[in-house]
T-cell receptor, first 113, second 116 residues
Framework: AQSVTQLGSHVSVSEGALVLLRCNYS??????LFWYVQYPNQGLQLLLK??????LVKGINGFEAEFKKSETSFHLTKPSAHMSDAAEYFC???????????FGTGTKLQVIP | GAGVSQSPSNKVTEKGKDVELRCDPI?????LYWYRQSLGQGLEFLIY????????KSGLPSDRFSAERTGGSVSTLTIQRTQQEDSAVYLC??????????????FGPGTRLTVL
């Protein structure tokens, strides 16, 4: 079985500050890991993904995430928050033979001017 | 090209009525997924189609929920005798194939269902 835990349903940061959204996963096999972003009244958009290879993954809009097997973590970071980053972020894991993705409960990011 | 589309965008219905939600995947995508997004509960997997068949229906919450896909394209999610707890945003996603390397799932904008 696979699962995802996102710590903090709401995170607030000041514009220009570091963004850190936490994600821990549970998987019995090597996982594929994802971060999705959802802007208000829109569907989900893939930010970045880890499948194999380099553990530091860069995505769109300046976001990156690092796969740490020893910590079973895949935290999302961005050095400097922009107002446009305000959205809900979902961590997700895929493992096993087919593409059923398990999502975390989401973290709403608020950026304060 | 066009992305995943869903209709209607909003649906308000009375308890006990049946509703149909439609998903048009990206052309050529063989895999199609339905998810439910409830307030504070993240995304809940409902059902997965490969072509017209559904190898995984494990997420359907009750026998009031059913889905079909025709022609390997359009899918319809039907909820019979709706209950207030069915109120949620229903998201559809499609991807190019389901084997081998992961293929990104592209999401539609969702249908917001409100059961009064």
């Amino acid at each position: 079985a696979q699962s995802v835990t996102q710590l903090g349903s709401h995170v607030s940061v000041s514009e220009g500050a570091l963004v850190l959204l936490r994600c821990n996963y549970s998987s019995s096999v090597p996982p594929y890991l994802f971060w999705y972003v959802q802007y208000p009244n829109q569907g989900l958009q893939l930010l970045l993904k880890y499948t194999t290879g380099a553990t530091l993954v860069k995505g769109i809009n300046g976001f990156e995430a690092e796969f740490k097997k020893s910590e079973t973590s895949f935290h999302l970071t961005k050095p400097s928050a922009h107002m446009s980053d305000a959205a809900e972020y979902f961590c997700a894991v895929l493992s096993g033979g087919y593409q059923k993705v398990t999502f975390g409960t989401g973290t709403k990011l608020q950026v304060i001017p | 090209g066009a992305g995943v589309s869903q209709s209607p965008s909003n649906k308000v219905t009375e308890k006990g009525k049946d509703v149909e939600l439609r998903c048009d995947p990206i052309s050529g995508h063989t895999a199609l997924y339905w998810y439910r997004q409830s307030l504070g509960q993240g995304l809940e997997f409902l059902i997965y189609f490969q072509g017209n068949s559904a190898p995984d229906k494990s997420g359907l919450p009750s026998d009031r929920f059913s889905a079909e896909r025709t022609g390997g394209s359009v899918s319809t999610l039907t909820i019979q005798r709706t209950q207030q707890e069915d109120s949620a945003v229903y998201l559809c996603a499609s991807s190019a194939r389901d084997r081998g390397n992961y293929n990104e799932q592209f999401f539609g904008p969702g249908t917001r269902l409100t059961v009064l």
